[in-house]
């Protein structure tokens, strides 16, 4: 069948933000063996009841207990299949009384329901609609508070339970509240030397649970769960191995990194010390999707002006095809660009780095010819191809790749109308080498990391005396972050003989109002520093940040018989307000080359 996510977020970053906020070494203790009594609570998904979490790993309770449905997907607790404890009550009182409070102070972070100006939307009104059954669950546990008991509620009007970026503003309230309940606090007060004890006992398990902090030599790697995928394969991507000695946290993440597969729901390390060994188990749970994995896009891009396309994209993976982990990926557009394209990536061998990927491609679009900036003929391009690579991967964080590619090409000239020449139906062979280096942490709009690529490329001479046509490029880019800002640093280079360089300048944030593809040479040259500031943000189930951004860019093309000058190269800016969407990131931009024009561009697109 077909199936969409279980959630808006996955799994990976949220268990990795509660693993850093839980004490060291407190993650797998069982709650009912804390020093301070704990206990959260998680509702049925199946049943609807109410599930309490008192025997359960600290990190697990946590987790399950804020499994918000839709946007966090759920989690299986001794077999039930739990989400937020919200849905059955969420201020529970009942259970603090039974485990024996004499005095409750309950906090009610409940979101106030909404007024009927603010329901806009289909999103809205379902949020109310759960927002309702919470707060008739949280005035049924209010009721059982006694006079004795302290009811703090901070007044959270316009907040809602998916505002994550208002976090200061719930802080602040929750303060609020709690200093206007400062004179009934007082009578459960203690003096600073009691207090002093009392924390001390309450962290003394904190102290002694650090024995896991300890590197211990791992003697045994196991893997559960797993119907498809090589386990052998899983183990040598955490990088993991028996000998290495470790942490219990340097295990747990480096299993997390399994998570970057895609394939995968959840990834969780049982680690078993016996007498200064560890056994590690590595439970994995493949998705829904692990073997076929469906994406659909919609790419849309105009500068307002005559450069107007459009395109419906889908991209399908079939994933473990054998038991060396091979894959099928394939990609088909149709509409300004027609595209259909497949590659076959084998392993040599399970969990080898090494790989054999077999393909064929077609591509067809329209291509404009300039002349001094100003556009003088258009053409249709199609090519057909095979190709064949060796390749090896870079541990998780680049590959390297050589092969050959055979293909057929053909060019009609549409404007003006023109005959087919002959020479515009060709074969063509080319070498190629591309080594690639990534560690940016984000496809869309990176704030750490970097990308470095090279890449070389040579058709051989078809004819006796004509000359062969080769080319290479180098790019760069730098990703950084401060505070609210973001942005990077970029740079490029490619040349080619015989022929344009591989990439032409002109176009949105590469060299900003010349129009599309301009700007070409033999050489070409280009930089570029983006920086953007987050404003805003949409609900997490529609999209992401809202950034205003600024660039400054530099570059022109060089050969024809003309040599490179820096002086000639060309000076351009943008501004644009940009908006990470479920279908990709939303640009709404205006940019300007100095001397050369401006333009107005809107772009909406999956990154692949």
Do not use: C
Not at 16 to 39: I, K, S, W, Y
Not at 435 to 464: H, I, M, N, V, Y
């Amino acid at each position: 069948g077909v199936f969409l996510p279980a959630a808006a977020a996955g799994n990976a970053t949220l268990d990795h933000a509660l693993g850093r906020l839980v004490p060291e070494g407190m993650r797998d203790h069982a709650v009912n063996q804390l020093a301070l009594p704990f206990r959260s609570v998680a509702s049925d998904l199946l049943t609807g009841d109410l599930v309490e979490l008192s025997d359960t790993p600290l990190l697990a309770s946590m987790r399950a207990s804020l499994a918000v449905p839709g946007v966090f997907a759920p989690v299986r607790i001794k077999d039930k299949l739990v989400v937020d404890g919200g849905l059955v009550s969420n201020l529970p009182v009942e259970l603090a009384r039974a485990m024996g409070a004499d005095v409750i102070i309950a906090v009610n972070v409940g979101t106030p329901l909404a007024k009927e100006r603010d329901l806009h939307s289909a999103i809205d009104v379902a949020t109310q609609m759960l927002q309702i059954l919470t707060e008739q669950n949280v005035q049924r546990s209010i009721k059982e508070l006694k006079d004795s008991d302290v009811l703090i509620a901070p007044k959270l009007d316009g907040i809602s339970f998916l505002d994550f970026s208002a976090y200061r503003r719930a802080i602040s309230a929750g303060e609020n509240a709690a200093f206007q309940l400062q004179s009934k606090l007082r009578n459960y007060a203690v003096d600073e030397t009691q207090y002093l004890a009392i924390d001390a006992q309450r962290t003394h398990a904190t102290r002694t649970a650090k024995t896991s902090l300890i590197a211990m030599p791992i003697t045994q790697i196991e893997v559960k769960g797993t119907q498809y995928i090589n386990p052998q394969a899983l183990i040598s991507q955490t990088g993991l191995d028996t000998g290495l000695s470790l942490t219990q946290d340097q295990i747990r993440a480096a299993t997390a990194k399994l998570y970057g597969r895609g394939d995968l729901d959840t990834v969780e390390a049982k680690i078993e010390d016996v007498v200064a060994e560890r056994k590690v188990t590595i439970e994995a749970k493949e998705s829904q999707s692990s073997r076929n994995r469906l994406r659909l896009g919609v790419e849309l891009s105009s500068d307002f002006s005559d450069d107007n396309r459009f395109s419906l994209s889908v991209m399908h993976v079939a994933s473990s095809l054998n038991r060396y982990g091979a894959e099928l990926r394939s990609v088909a557009r149709i509409g300004s660009h027609q595209e259909f394209s497949t590659q076959f990536w084998q392993p040599l061998a399970p969990a080898s780095p090494w790989y054999l990927a077999p393909g064929f491609d077609y591509n067809a679009t329209g291509l404009d010819n300039y002349s001094q900036g100003l556009r003088v003929g258009r053409i249709n391009a199609s090519q057909t191809s095979v190709s064949f690579l060796l390749g090896r991967q870079l541990g998780n964080w680049g590959s390297i790749e050589a092969g050959i590619r055979r293909g057929y090409a053909k060019l009609n000239s549409v404007i003006p109308v023109a005959p087919i020449d002959p020479n515009a139906k060709f074969f063509d062979t080319t070498h190629f080498l591309t080594f690639r280096a990534d560690t940016l942490d984000s496809l869309t709009f990176p704030s750490k990391g970097s990308l470095f690529t090279l890449s070389w490329q040579r058709s051989p001479s078809k004819e006796a005396g004509e000359p062969s046509q080769a080319s290479s490029e180098i790019s760069m880019m730098r990703a950084f972050q401060y505070g609210d800002w973001a942005g990077h640093v970029y740079g490029e280079w490619g040349r080619s003989q015989h022929s344009n360089a591989p990439s032409a300048l002109g176009g949105f944030l590469r060299l900003s109002g010349l129009p599309r593809n301009s700007l070409t040479g033999d050489g070409n040259v280009f930089s570029r520093v983006l920086i953007a500031k987050k404003i805003g943000a949409l609900p997490s189930t529609v999209g992401g940040a809202i950034r205003l951004g600024f660039s400054a860019e530099l570059g022109g093309a060089y050969g024809n018989n003309n040599s490179f000058h820096f002086r000639e190269l060309k000076q351009a800016a943008s501004t644009s307000l940009s908006v990470d969407t479920r279908f990709g990131p939303l640009y709404f931009g205006v940019g300007a080359t100095r001397g050369a024009g401006s333009s107005v561009y809107l772009f909406l697109g999956p990154i692949w």
